[in-house]
Protein backbone atom coordinates (compact mmCIF):
# COMPACT_ATOMS: atom_id res chain seq x y z
CA UNK A 1 0.00 0.00 0.00
CA UNK A 2 1.03 3.25 -0.67
CA UNK A 3 1.83 5.52 2.41
CA UNK A 4 0.46 9.28 2.43
CA UNK A 5 3.90 10.46 1.35
CA UNK A 6 3.21 8.97 -1.76
CA UNK A 7 6.07 6.46 -1.33
CA UNK A 8 5.17 2.90 -2.22
CA UNK A 9 8.00 1.00 0.16
CA UNK A 10 6.63 -2.73 -1.73
CA UNK A 11 8.00 -1.95 -5.02
CA UNK A 12 12.08 -1.46 -5.53
CA UNK A 13 12.64 2.06 -6.90
CA UNK A 14 16.62 2.98 -8.57
CA UNK A 15 17.26 6.51 -6.55
CA UNK A 16 16.81 3.54 -3.11
CA UNK A 17 18.55 0.60 -4.61
CA UNK A 18 21.76 2.60 -5.57
CA UNK A 19 21.97 4.38 -1.70
CA UNK A 20 21.74 0.95 -0.58
CA UNK A 21 24.32 -0.25 -3.11
CA UNK A 22 26.15 2.67 -2.24
CA UNK A 23 26.21 2.24 1.32
CA UNK A 24 22.89 4.24 2.82
CA UNK A 25 20.18 3.67 4.73
CA UNK A 26 17.61 5.45 2.90
CA UNK A 27 15.34 2.76 1.90
CA UNK A 28 12.95 0.17 2.26
CA UNK A 29 13.02 -3.98 2.49
CA UNK A 30 12.20 -4.26 -1.31
CA UNK A 31 14.72 -2.38 -2.19
CA UNK A 32 17.58 -4.06 -0.57
CA UNK A 33 15.69 -7.45 -1.60
CA UNK A 34 16.08 -5.90 -5.21
CA UNK A 35 20.05 -4.79 -4.31
CA UNK A 36 20.86 -8.42 -2.93
CA UNK A 37 19.07 -10.04 -5.68
CA UNK A 38 21.09 -7.85 -8.07
CA UNK A 39 24.58 -8.48 -6.37
CA UNK A 40 24.33 -11.82 -6.91
CA UNK A 41 24.24 -12.07 -10.36
CA UNK A 42 26.70 -8.95 -10.54
CA UNK A 43 28.60 -8.67 -7.08
CA UNK A 44 30.66 -5.80 -8.75
CA UNK A 45 27.48 -4.02 -8.87
CA UNK A 46 28.86 -1.80 -5.85
CA UNK A 47 31.58 -1.21 -7.74
CA UNK A 48 30.36 0.16 -10.15
CA UNK A 49 28.09 2.32 -7.39
CA UNK A 50 31.48 3.96 -6.35
CA UNK A 51 32.64 4.65 -9.67
CA UNK A 52 29.99 6.47 -11.58
CA UNK A 53 29.95 8.43 -8.32
CA UNK A 54 33.48 9.13 -8.46
CA UNK A 55 32.87 9.93 -12.35
CA UNK A 56 30.43 12.27 -11.19
CA UNK A 57 33.02 14.00 -8.82
CA UNK A 58 35.90 14.32 -11.74
CA UNK A 59 33.40 15.76 -14.14
CA UNK A 60 31.57 18.75 -11.68
CA UNK A 61 35.58 19.31 -10.74
CA UNK A 62 36.42 19.68 -14.40
CA UNK A 63 33.23 21.48 -15.46
CA UNK A 64 33.97 23.90 -12.53
CA UNK A 65 37.82 24.78 -12.35
CA UNK A 66 38.44 24.43 -16.27
CA UNK A 67 35.54 24.51 -18.32
CA UNK A 68 34.25 28.20 -16.25
CA UNK A 69 30.41 26.32 -15.81
CA UNK A 70 28.62 28.09 -12.66
CA UNK A 71 25.06 26.25 -12.97
CA UNK A 72 24.20 22.51 -13.25
CA UNK A 73 20.52 20.48 -13.93
CA UNK A 74 21.00 17.50 -12.82
CA UNK A 75 18.31 15.34 -13.74
CA UNK A 76 17.82 11.86 -11.84
CA UNK A 77 20.11 12.77 -9.01
CA UNK A 78 18.81 9.87 -6.34
CA UNK A 79 19.21 10.67 -2.95
CA UNK A 80 21.72 12.81 -1.19
CA UNK A 81 25.24 11.36 -0.12
CA UNK A 82 28.73 12.94 0.33
CA UNK A 83 30.06 15.17 -2.17
CA UNK A 84 26.69 15.19 -4.41
CA UNK A 85 26.74 17.73 -6.90
CA UNK A 86 26.89 20.96 -5.55
CA UNK A 87 29.27 19.66 -2.53
CA UNK A 88 31.84 19.50 -4.98
CA UNK A 89 30.73 22.64 -7.48
CA UNK A 90 30.04 25.38 -4.45
CA UNK A 91 33.51 23.78 -2.96
CA UNK A 92 35.25 24.79 -6.64
CA UNK A 93 33.35 28.20 -6.25
CA UNK A 94 30.78 29.10 -4.11
CA UNK A 95 29.07 30.88 -6.30
CA UNK A 96 27.39 28.07 -8.59
CA UNK A 97 23.52 27.59 -9.05
CA UNK A 98 22.34 23.99 -9.04
CA UNK A 99 19.08 22.23 -9.59
CA UNK A 100 18.17 18.94 -8.80
CA UNK A 101 15.25 16.74 -10.57
CA UNK A 102 14.01 13.39 -9.11
CA UNK A 103 10.80 11.73 -9.28
CA UNK A 104 11.07 9.49 -6.06
CA UNK A 105 9.00 11.14 -3.42
CA UNK A 106 11.93 9.63 -0.75
CA UNK A 107 14.34 12.04 -2.40
CA UNK A 108 11.86 14.88 -1.79
CA UNK A 109 11.68 14.25 2.18
CA UNK A 110 15.62 14.76 2.11
CA UNK A 111 15.55 17.98 -0.10
CA UNK A 112 16.51 19.74 2.79
CA UNK A 113 20.04 17.96 2.55
CA UNK A 114 20.08 18.63 -1.37
CA UNK A 115 19.58 22.12 -0.76
CA UNK A 116 22.10 23.17 1.63
CA UNK A 117 23.71 25.94 -0.48
CA UNK A 118 26.41 27.97 -0.09
CA UNK A 119 25.34 31.20 0.91
CA UNK A 120 27.06 32.65 -2.74
CA UNK A 121 24.98 30.49 -4.68
CA UNK A 122 21.63 28.57 -4.86
CA UNK A 123 20.18 25.19 -5.18
CA UNK A 124 16.38 23.75 -5.52
CA UNK A 125 14.66 20.81 -5.67
CA UNK A 126 12.12 20.03 -8.35
CA UNK A 127 10.28 16.85 -7.98
CA UNK A 128 9.18 15.56 -11.67
CA UNK A 129 10.13 12.99 -14.11
CA UNK A 130 12.77 12.65 -16.95
CA UNK A 131 10.09 11.98 -19.34
CA UNK A 132 8.24 15.45 -19.03
CA UNK A 133 11.93 17.86 -19.96
CA UNK A 134 8.99 20.73 -20.62
CA UNK A 135 8.23 20.93 -16.98
CA UNK A 136 11.31 20.76 -16.09
CA UNK A 137 13.27 23.40 -17.95
CA UNK A 138 10.33 25.81 -16.65
CA UNK A 139 10.49 24.90 -13.36
CA UNK A 140 14.46 25.31 -13.34
CA UNK A 141 14.33 28.70 -14.99
CA UNK A 142 13.55 29.94 -11.61
CA UNK A 143 17.28 29.32 -10.80
CA UNK A 144 19.14 29.07 -13.63
CA UNK A 145 19.89 31.57 -16.53
CA UNK A 146 19.29 29.67 -19.89
CA UNK A 147 20.98 32.38 -21.78
CA UNK A 148 24.49 31.38 -19.82
CA UNK A 149 25.71 27.69 -20.18
CA UNK A 150 24.51 25.03 -17.87
CA UNK A 151 25.64 21.27 -17.26
CA UNK A 152 23.17 18.67 -17.59
CA UNK A 153 23.92 16.07 -15.60
CA UNK A 154 22.14 12.36 -16.20
CA UNK A 155 23.41 9.37 -14.08
CA UNK A 156 21.81 6.19 -14.57
CA UNK A 157 18.33 7.93 -15.72
CA UNK A 158 18.31 7.00 -19.54
CA UNK A 159 18.04 3.00 -18.52
CA UNK A 160 14.77 4.07 -17.33
CA UNK A 161 13.33 4.52 -21.27
CA UNK A 162 13.35 1.32 -22.66
CA UNK A 163 12.80 2.78 -26.25
CA UNK A 164 15.54 3.95 -27.77
CA UNK A 165 14.39 7.10 -29.60
CA UNK A 166 12.49 8.13 -26.94
CA UNK A 167 15.43 8.52 -24.78
CA UNK A 168 17.19 10.18 -27.40
CA UNK A 169 14.49 12.49 -28.28
CA UNK A 170 14.34 13.04 -24.26
CA UNK A 171 17.85 14.24 -24.22
CA UNK A 172 18.13 16.04 -27.41
CA UNK A 173 15.35 18.38 -25.87
CA UNK A 174 17.21 19.10 -22.73
CA UNK A 175 20.56 20.11 -24.65
CA UNK A 176 18.32 22.19 -27.70
CA UNK A 177 17.21 24.15 -24.49
CA UNK A 178 20.52 25.20 -23.07
CA UNK A 179 22.77 27.99 -24.37
CA UNK A 180 26.10 27.40 -26.50
CA UNK A 181 28.83 26.64 -24.49
CA UNK A 182 26.74 23.90 -22.44
CA UNK A 183 28.10 20.41 -21.56
CA UNK A 184 25.85 17.15 -20.85
CA UNK A 185 27.45 15.10 -18.43
CA UNK A 186 26.13 11.50 -19.07
CA UNK A 187 26.42 8.09 -17.56
CA UNK A 188 24.75 4.70 -18.10
CA UNK A 189 24.65 0.95 -17.33
CA UNK A 190 26.08 -1.07 -20.31
CA UNK A 191 26.54 -4.98 -20.87
CA UNK A 192 29.42 -5.62 -21.70
CA UNK A 193 32.43 -5.79 -19.48
CA UNK A 194 30.53 -8.77 -17.67
CA UNK A 195 28.27 -10.21 -20.30
CA UNK A 196 27.21 -13.01 -18.64
CA UNK A 197 26.49 -11.16 -15.36
CA UNK A 198 24.91 -8.06 -16.62
CA UNK A 199 22.30 -10.48 -18.57
CA UNK A 200 21.35 -12.36 -15.21
CA UNK A 201 20.47 -8.50 -13.93
CA UNK A 202 18.51 -8.50 -16.79
CA UNK A 203 17.16 -11.22 -16.41
CA UNK A 204 15.73 -10.40 -13.09
CA UNK A 205 14.20 -7.20 -14.38
CA UNK A 206 12.09 -9.76 -16.75
CA UNK A 207 11.42 -11.64 -13.96
CA UNK A 208 10.42 -8.11 -11.52
CA UNK A 209 12.66 -8.69 -9.15
CA UNK A 210 14.32 -5.51 -10.11
CA UNK A 211 13.61 -1.88 -11.28
CA UNK A 212 13.25 -1.78 -14.83
CA UNK A 213 16.44 -0.72 -16.45
CA UNK A 214 17.87 -0.97 -20.10
CA UNK A 215 21.30 -1.72 -20.22
CA UNK A 216 23.23 -0.33 -23.59
CA UNK A 217 26.38 -0.60 -24.93
CA UNK A 218 29.08 1.91 -25.31
CA UNK A 219 27.66 2.54 -29.04
CA UNK A 220 24.13 3.09 -28.05
CA UNK A 221 25.18 5.67 -24.94
CA UNK A 222 27.86 7.04 -27.34
CA UNK A 223 24.24 7.99 -29.25
CA UNK A 224 23.51 10.28 -26.69
CA UNK A 225 26.55 12.87 -27.43
CA UNK A 226 25.56 13.08 -31.27
CA UNK A 227 25.87 16.68 -31.84
CA UNK A 228 28.54 17.35 -29.33
CA UNK A 229 31.85 17.84 -29.45
CA UNK A 230 33.11 15.06 -26.91
CA UNK A 231 35.82 15.76 -24.51
CA UNK A 232 38.75 13.35 -24.31
CA UNK A 233 38.92 10.43 -24.08
CA UNK A 234 35.59 10.24 -24.84
CA UNK A 235 32.60 7.67 -23.84
CA UNK A 236 34.97 4.88 -21.93
CA UNK A 237 33.97 3.22 -18.93
CA UNK A 238 33.42 5.58 -15.62
CA UNK A 239 36.34 4.64 -14.12
CA UNK A 240 38.92 5.35 -17.54
CA UNK A 241 37.21 9.10 -17.80
CA UNK A 242 40.38 11.40 -16.65
CA UNK A 243 41.39 9.16 -13.12
CA UNK A 244 43.23 11.14 -10.32
CA UNK A 245 45.79 10.69 -8.72
CA UNK A 246 45.97 6.40 -10.13
CA UNK A 247 49.66 5.29 -9.51
CA UNK A 248 48.64 1.82 -10.75
CA UNK A 249 47.87 2.45 -13.92
CA UNK A 250 44.81 2.06 -16.11
CA UNK A 251 41.99 1.30 -13.57
CA UNK A 252 39.91 -1.77 -14.55
CA UNK A 253 36.71 -1.03 -16.31
CA UNK A 254 33.11 -1.19 -14.93
CA UNK A 255 29.88 -2.14 -16.53
CA UNK A 256 28.74 1.95 -16.42
CA UNK A 257 30.11 3.93 -19.69
CA UNK A 258 29.70 7.94 -19.65
CA UNK A 259 31.33 11.12 -20.87
CA UNK A 260 31.25 14.73 -21.18
CA UNK A 261 30.45 16.56 -24.12
CA UNK A 262 30.14 20.05 -25.12
CA UNK A 263 27.65 22.17 -27.22
CA UNK A 264 29.11 24.14 -29.71
Known amino acids: MTDISGINPNVPHQARVWDYLGGGKNNYEADRIAAEYILQSYPQMETVVRQARAFQGRAVRFLVNEAGIRQFLDVGTGLPTLDHTHDVAQRADPTCRIVYVDNDPLVLTHAQALLSSSPEGECAYI???????????????????????????????????????????LVRRFMDALAPGSYLVFEDGTNVVIPDAAKEVEQL?????????????????????????????????????????????????VDAFGGVGRKV
Do not use: C, K
Open 205 to 253: VEEGRAYDYRLRTPEQIAWFFEGLEVLDPGVVSVSRWRPEHNPWGEPDE
Open 127 to 169: EADARDPEAILRAASDTLDFTRPIALMLFGVMGTVYDNDEARA
